[in-house]
Structure formats: C-alpha cells, structure tokens
C-alpha cells in the first residue's frame, strides 16, 4: 500500500486558536470528502490520520471517521498519558502528544515517560512533535523508552526559511541511533519559504534525514492541510517524491508506514 502517514481533519471552530491570520485559509472544515480525491489523483491507498486537538474526543472523531471511511488505515489519537487509559478500537494505531507547546523538560517527566511505557504493551505507537530547540530532551526521552515504537514528526522542524543547520544536523545525527526511532519527511515545506521553497530546498534537509536514519525508517507524510499554506497537495508529494531513489520509495512511500502502525488492507 502506498500510505500518506501523516494528515488532519477537523470541523473548524474556536478551538483552533493556532491557525492565524498568516493561514486563514485554514480556517474551515476539512473532512475525508476533501482528502480522498487527492490521495487517489496521487496514487495513494490511504492515510494516517493524526490528532490536532488534546482531547479524548478528538480522538473519537477521528475513529469514527475512520471506521466510515476504509481509506483512513489507521488514527494517531490522544489520551492523556499521566493516567490509565483503555481503548478498544483496532483503528487506533498511536498517540500523540503537542509537546511543541509545552516548557523544556517536558519529555523528563517521569509519569510522561510512564504513559508512554505503557503504549508498547498496548500495541500502539507513539508520534515525537517537537521543535528542533527540543531534541536533546528528545533524545534522552526516546532512550528512555527502547521497548516503544516512535516516530518523529516533521524532522523536528528545523527553520527551513532561515537556512538553519547546527545544531539541528548533529542533534538528528544523535537522535537517530536510537533504533526505536522512526521519522516523517513532513512538514518541510510549511518550514520553508511559502512563496519560494522548490525541492532543491529541501534536498540538503532530507538527505541528511535518510543518511542518518536509513530508508528503512523513513516514511513519507503531507500534513494536509496544513501544507495548504506552502503549496498543493500534489506539489508537496511531488516535491518529496522527486529526491528518492527508486530503491527506497516503496519502503518510504508505504511499507515503513504499514509495518510501523501495523496496518491491514
């Protein structure tokens, strides 16, 4: 299968506070009806739909529109990981937790990295959103937790528009030999110049992804809609999909998805 790993939806209403003036085009619904013609139009089977709210019921909203929609392989929900949880739903595939917004040495806390402990024995990933400031906490947290699988969202965010390099490049280097550690090309673009970005600005970023982590933990993503602000649908996987080999695309283009989330048909 060829899987998009990493998407939202959501029904737009005071909630999303985050999505200001610079993407008040963002500022509407979007459902499965918006996204199923683009992962078809782009040779997709289907997607992974993460969580963009910390509530328990987005994600309920999520597995609802998951088990309406075949297309929708698997959910990236939210729970709140200090306390116990049980979740009966074969679509729930991880967690995730906005630790962006949260103080520096969020990820140290102990009942943090209990929770997460705990999702390996539940089956379930977990999904690393943080900015590139954050990854040597990250690094620390991602050792602390060997037995859970995680993946790390958008490469961490390096400020693609500002050129940033060090210390994002060495920090990545680190953070990729915890062999737990999965990683989206994602994102990227939203990082970059909107109105500028091509793919040779992205190449120097993603190349280094792929030499430190392997093709076999990589796995492709479009945060749709979020990168509505920096381009099309299209453009966006284009834009990845140009600066892999032949060799590694299958595996990046799906299979490390499917494996990672234990995806079915």
Request: aromatic share 10%.
């Amino acid at each position: 299968m060829k899987i998009d790993s990493h998407q939202h939806f959501w029904i737009y209403g005071s909630e999303y506070a985050w999505i200001d003036d610079s993407i008040a085009m963002l500022r509407r619904d979007f459902l499965p009806g918006d996204l199923e013609p683009l992962l078809k139009e782009n040779g997709f089977d289907g997607c992974i739909a993460v969580q963009a709210r910390q509530t328990v019921e987005e994600t309920e909203f999520l597995l609802k529109l998951a088990r309406e929609n075949d297309f929708i392989k698997g959910v990236v929900g939210w729970v709140d990981l200090n306390q116990p949880f049980e979740v009966e739903d074969s679509k729930l595939k991880g967690i995730r937790h906005i630790v962006q917004a949260e103080p520096i040495g969020f990820l140290d806390q102990p009942n943090f990295r209990a929770g997460v402990r705990a999702l390996a024995k539940k089956g379930l990933t977990y999904d690393l959103l943080i900015r590139s400031n954050q990854l040597e906490e990250a690094t620390r947290f991602v050792q602390a937790v060997p037995e859970v699988k995680i993946v790390l969202d958008h490469i961490a965010k390096p400020d693609i528009r500002n050129r940033q390099w060090e210390p994002w490049a060495s920090n990545i280097r680190e953070i990729s030999r915890c062999d737990n550690l999965y990683v989206k090309l994602s994102g990227m673009a939203f990082e970059a110049d909107w109105a500028t970005w091509t793919s040779d600005t992205l190449a120097p970023y993603m190349e280094h992804v792929l030499a430190c982590f392997g093709p076999k933990r990589c796995m492709i993503g479009s945060d749709w809609p979020v990168c509505l602000a920096a381009g099309n649908y299209g453009k966006i996987i284009e834009s990845i999909e140009s600066l892999l080999s032949d060799d590694d695309a299958t595996a990046m283009l799906g299979g490390n998805a499917s494996a990672f989330y234990n995806l079915t048909a």
